[in-house]
């Protein structure tokens, strides 16, 4: 099992950056995929991004892909989102999360992750 605890979030002008991190507890943080997704107020939770145990693959959605960056540092337990030249309708909750798979997976779904963070608010105002 694990627990996921994002940071970073805030307010920010349009055009700017942020970096979300997603701190995981436990000594198996390799052994998960790692995913971020979004809520936006009255929309469902979207994928963002997404990174294989072994970072090897990545994949992100089109309306974030070219400005946003997903990593990992298996050594810390840490997932980040690099975000830049943010848009107001980048605003949401962000939630980072966790889910068992083989090293090269990567999962787009909210059904292929168990595990799930609290969430850390991201406001782009205009």
Same mark, same amino acid.
């Given at each position: 099992?694990?627990?996921?605890?994002?940071?970073? $979030?805030?307010?920010? !002008? %349009?055009? /700017?950056?942020? #970096?979300?991190?997603? @701190? *995981?507890?436990? +000594?198996?943080?390799?052994?998960?995929?790692? $995913?971020?997704?979004? !809520? %936006?107020? /009255?929309?469902? #939770?979207?994928?963002? @991004? *997404?990174?294989? +145990?072994?970072?090897?693959?990545?994949?992100?959605?089109?309306?974030?892909?070219?400005?946003?960056?997903?990593?990992?540092?298996? @050594?810390?337990?840490?997932?980040?989102?690099?975000?830049?030249?943010?848009?107001?309708?980048?605003?949401?909750?962000?939630?980072?999360?966790?889910?068992?798979?083989?090293?090269?997976?990567?999962?787009?779904?909210?059904?292929?992750?168990?595990?799930?963070?609290?969430?850390?608010?991201?406001?782009?105002?205009?």
């Amino acid at each position: 099992q694990v627990q996921l605890v994002e940071s970073g $979030g805030g307010l920010v !002008q %349009a055009g /700017g950056a942020l #970096r979300l991190s997603c @701190a *995981a507890s436990g +000594r198996t943080f390799s052994s998960y995929r790692m $995913g971020w997704f979004r !809520q %936006a107020p /009255g929309k469902e #939770r979207e994928f963002v @991004a *997404a990174v294989s +145990r072994s970072s090897g693959n990545t994949l992100y959605a089109d309306s974030v892909k070219g400005r946003f960056t997903i990593s990992r540092d298996n @050594a810390k337990n840490t997932e980040y989102l690099q975000m830049n030249s943010l848009k107001p309708e980048d605003t949401a909750v962000y939630y980072c999360a966790a889910g068992y798979g083989s090293p090269y997976s990567i999962g787009t779904s909210a059904r292929f992750y168990d595990y799930w963070g609290q969430g850390t608010q991201v406001t782009v105002s205009s």
